[in-house]
């Protein structure tokens, strides 16, 4: 038995039909991998810890110590007043001793420096500071 000859329309209809068939497969595919994509990566929980670094963060020496010496000093004596009607007189000065002025040492602390923490961040979105 031989199967009875088809027209070329009916042939025509047939492709069509079997083209709409395939599309619709397709696209339906498509848009079911895109929704669990979708949904994967709404779900997903990060695998990398990433640390953030604070860049206000900086280290600073101790202020600066100022050392000074103590200030000069002079003695003078004055003579008790004699007793029986005298006047008193001014005995002569003690001698006066001068020391050289005092050295002041300044010390000033460095500048403290700040580095910035380098950071990129991943196509899955999770940003990575070092």
């Known amino acids: ?6 027209t070329p329309q009916q042939r025509d ?3 069509a039909r079997v083209r709409r068939v395939s599309r619709g497969v397709l696209v339906g595919s498509g848009l079911s991998s895109a929704a669990l994509v979708g949904l994967f990566a709404a779900n997903a929980k990060p695998s990398i810890v990433s640390h953030v670094v604070d860049p206000t ?3 600073t020496s101790p202020a600066p110590t100022t050392t000074a010496s103590p200030a000069p000093t002079s003695t003078s004596t004055t003579a008790p007043p004699a ?3 005298t006047t008193p007189t001014t005995a002569p000065s003690a001698p006066t001793t001068t020391r050289p002025a005092p050295t002041t040492t300044t010390t000033t602390a460095p500048t403290p420096t700040t580095t910035q923490p380098t950071c990129y961040t991943s196509p899955s979105g999770i940003q990575e500071c070092s």
Not at 1 to 6: F, H, I, L, Q, V
């Open 1 to 6: 038995m031989t199967p009875a000859p088809r």
């Open 13 to 15: 209809r047939r492709f």
């Open 57 to 59: 963060t900086t280290t």
């Open 83 to 85: 007793s029986g009607g």
